[in-house]
């Protein structure tokens, strides 16, 4: 599929700010399910967007803005291709709870079986996931149970949590938005040694009725590592396993690593945060007309 | 049909070499139009240029006493044709293109970084015919500055895009577009839809999707209307083709009135407030209180309504500073500088008159060189250095010293030429492409926009003003 991204942030303050200093995350990453054949980044006031990879690989910009200045606009545009999905059959079924100890030891997935910021790997969450399992001895069989669990069970109800809500709280509340129920999974998968990462990024909803979760901004999903595979995406917010209608943006432990646009400043006043998202198919042959 | 034909050493559109087979993506036109009998092709000629008379599709001419002509835009039954991949590249760096040109508007008129990190120089930006001191300071609807524009592309000799120039105050053009689809269909249904061309018809509602989203009322549906200049201006048949084709009032400016820092439009049931105005009049003429005072196609105190932020205009006013053919020059420097990306589109290499060094290559080459006028448009003061008289370029050298601002140059480039129906046979014809950037919420690009063809035999001159055709774009 061929999805266009329009994603705009912007930031007034009631007292001129400065010394302002940013990174953002807003071009995605390239994989075997996506290539972007374009992605624009641009900045109000005046500003050049310094690319670099984050720890994580990430495709991250660096943004100074050292004079005064009442507002700050992140605009991306991006244009990308995703490639179709895994069908039912292919699903990487077949992999031992059992094997998973030796992943520990392996760099590119230690990061994402220890604690974070917004996430705590404990006996208490360990007890939970443990339930949602059954009797399952299967690595994605796991997984897809404790997306279906969080599917089921929690509320799906916008303004319940703040942005800063950790995954303790989540799990307790069964209750949030999609960055909840993502850092809810990795919290679950990692406390049964599965590899779980915090993925950020956009989601393009092609039902006819829109009723799909997390398309009118950005949205947040879980990646799991399933040995012989690779990491596999996986979305409790719409009990989905990810297709073409996913771009990824970045990855990493929880929130904290992959927050489309954080920064500092000095001074600044109340400041006001205005985001807007579009997510539009391109490829759809119109009609002749 | 083809059998004749030579690309005589110039890069082609269609036949990559002489008396060989035709580009891939341009077989099927080969075939049907070159199955056509020389009689049978130049009847449909003439059945599509009734229909364009027919249907008043024209334009004016102005000529040296100022006595205007209606002609009827000449028009070439051979399409156009673009592949995807192509038409990718186009667009991907047409795309980078506006946004850094928005970026310098939005700059040059707030804290000019550009300026003062030395990437411009401040004369150039300063001194532009169309910048627009009022605007400093102004945050204009939505960041947007160049809502439509139309920029010029041409290919070189090794068949690769450029781009000529960048028309960001009112480009004219998109609905000869759309009559050349409509002719095209008509004339050939099979080959049109066989090809899987991609339509251009949604143009006039992306166009109208645009406007609205810079209404400053987001309730109900905004009113937009047309500013034209009236019924003389030469683009007179385009104002009205778009304006009923978006169903949007088309206006002159006595039908417009600002009263208290808003504008309404005087209709049969009373006055009606207006939020976005697509404004075909130039900066200079919209509004005798802030500019020409002699100006009587204008709204006085329209401006004011404007930068109380009640009205918009689309283009922003201000925005010909960044289509100065002296700015030009420095786009790929601002793509870099704001975006810090390489251009995708590349310029065509240009001299400008106020550098000493450039100056005096200018003036020592006037014979090689394009001379273009910095803040003209429409192929008006241009100085043609292979085809012109002794006389033109001395006259062309005493302007250019007395005014070196106002004086860039390009070197000839061989534009790549297009199997052109020309007398009774089939000829090549340079060609250029603008294709029509719409930046609203989306920055759209209708595929393909308008492939002009200098009629003329070995001309480089496509405008519509200096005996210009144009054929239907098929982008694939």
């Known amino acids: 599929m061929e999805l266009k991204v329009y994603h705009r942030t912007e930031y007034r303050y009631s007292a001129p700010a400065k010394d302002s200093v940013n990174e953002v995350k807003l071009t995605p990453r390239d994989s075997k399910s996506q290539k972007c054949s374009s992605s624009i980044v641009s900045v109000i006031p005046a500003a050049r967007p310094k690319p670099y990879l984050d720890l994580y690989g990430n495709r991250s910009h660096h943004i100074e803005l ?84 969080i599917f089921k069970e929690y509320d799906y109800k916008p303004g319940a949590t703040a942005v800063t809500t950790h995954a303790n709280e989540v799990i307790k509340r069964k209750v949030g938005v999609c960055q909840d129920f993502a850092h809810a999974m990795v919290a679950l998968c990692r406390s049964l040694n599965i590899p779980a990462r915090y993925v950020s990024g956009y989601f393009f909803d092609s039902t006819r009725d829109h009723r799909l ?72 042959p119109l009609a002749v007309l | 049909m083809f059998q004749d034909y030579q690309t005589d050493g110039f890069f082609d559109e269609m036949f990559p070499k002489e008396g060989g087979p035709a580009f891939p993506h341009y077989r099927q036109v080969e075939e049907v139009i070159g199955g056509f009998t020389r009689e049978k092709f130049l009847e449909k000629r003439a059945q599509t240029e009734s229909a364009f008379l027919e249907q008043g599709v024209t334009f004016t001419v102005y000529g040296e006493n100022n006595q205007g002509t209606e002609r009827i835009f000449p028009f070439d039954l051979i399409p156009r044709v673009i592949p995807a991949d192509e038409w990718q590249v186009i667009e991907d760096g047409l795309t980078q293109r506006i946004i850094a040109l928005n970026l310098f508007l939005n700059d040059i008129y707030h804290d000019a970084k550009i300026i003062k990190d030395g990437v411009i120089p401040e004369d150039v930006v300063k001194t532009a015919a169309h910048y627009s001191p009022l605007m400093e300071g102004f945050e204009v609807p939505r960041d947007i500055y160049m809502h439509i524009c139309g920029s010029d592309l041409i290919r070189d000799d090794q068949g690769k895009y450029l781009v000529l120039e960048d028309n960001g105050r009112c480009p004219s053009g998109a609905s000869y577009v759309l009559e050349n689809r409509e002719a095209m269909k008509r004339a050939f249904p099979k080959l049109y839809q066989s090809l899987g061309v991609r339509p251009v018809a949604n143009y006039p509602s992306l166009l109208r999707k645009t406007l609205e989203h810079l209404s400053p009322r987001q309730t109900g549906v905004p009113v937009a209307v047309l500013l034209t200049p009236g019924i003389y201006n030469s683009a007179y048949f385009e104002h009205s083709f778009l304006a009923r084709a978006m169903g949007i009032e088309i206006v002159e400016g006595r039908d417009l009135i600002a009263s208290d820092g808003y504008v309404y439009m005087r209709t049969t049931s009373g006055l009606v407030q207006v939020d976005v105005i697509y404004r075909r009049i130039d900066d200079d003429f919209i509004d005798p209180l802030a500019f020409r005072k002699d100006s009587l196609l204008g709204v006085p ?108 140059a390009q070197p000839v480039v061989s534009l790549s030429r297009h199997p052109t129906v020309c007398g009774e046979g089939i000829e090549g014809r340079h060609v250029d492409l603008r294709p029509y950037v719409l930046y609203g919420e989306d920055i759209e690009i209708i595929p393909g926009g308008l492939t002009r063809v200098a009629l003329n035999k070995g001309s480089l001159v496509v405008n519509s003003s200096q005996g210009g055709g144009s054929k239907d774009t098929w982008v694939l």
């Open chain 1, 66 to 149: 050292p004079e005064s200045h009442d507002r700050f606009v992140v605009e991306a545009r991006i244009r990308i291709h995703t490639a179709p999905g895994l069908r039912v059959e292919d699903y990487p079924y077949g992999v031992e709870m059992s094997g998973l100890k030796v992943l520990s030891g392996r760099e590119d997935c230690h990061p994402f079986l220890q604690s974070s910021p917004y996430i705590d790997v404990n006996p208490g969450i360990w007890r939970e996931a443990v339930d949602m399992m059954s009797e399952s001895s299967d690595v994605f069989q796991t997984c897809y149970a404790i997306m279906e669990h």
């Open chain 1, 213 to 284: 979760r997390g398309s009118e901004a950005t949205h947040a999903w879980v990646e799991v590592f399933v040995e012989g595979y690779g990491w596999i995406g996986l979305d409790p917010t719409n009990n989905k396993v990810v297709d073409d209608t996913y771009i990824v943006l970045a990855v990493g432990r929880d929130y904290t690593d992959v927050s489309p646009v954080s920064g500092s400043y000095f001074g600044g006043g109340t400041s006001t945060l205005i985001v807007h998202v579009a997510v539009r198919r391109v490829d759809v």
């Open chain 2, 301 to 408: 105190g329209i401006m004011d309504a404007y930068l109380k932020g009640n009205v918009v205009l689309a283009n922003a006013v201000g925005t010909g500073v960044a289509d100065d053919k002296v700015t030009y020059a420095y786009v790929p420097d601002m793509i870099k500088y704001y975006l810090d990306q390489d251009p995708i589109l590349e310029n065509v290499p240009t001299y400008l008159a106020w550098r000493e060094k450039d100056r005096q290559h200018i003036l020592g080459n006037l014979k090689e060189l394009v001379v273009k006028s910095a803040n003209e448009s429409g192929g008006y003061g241009m100085l043609m250095g292979p085809t012109s008289s002794k006389k033109e370029r001395e006259e062309f050298a005493a302007k250019i010293k007395a005014n070196p601002r106002d004086f860039v």
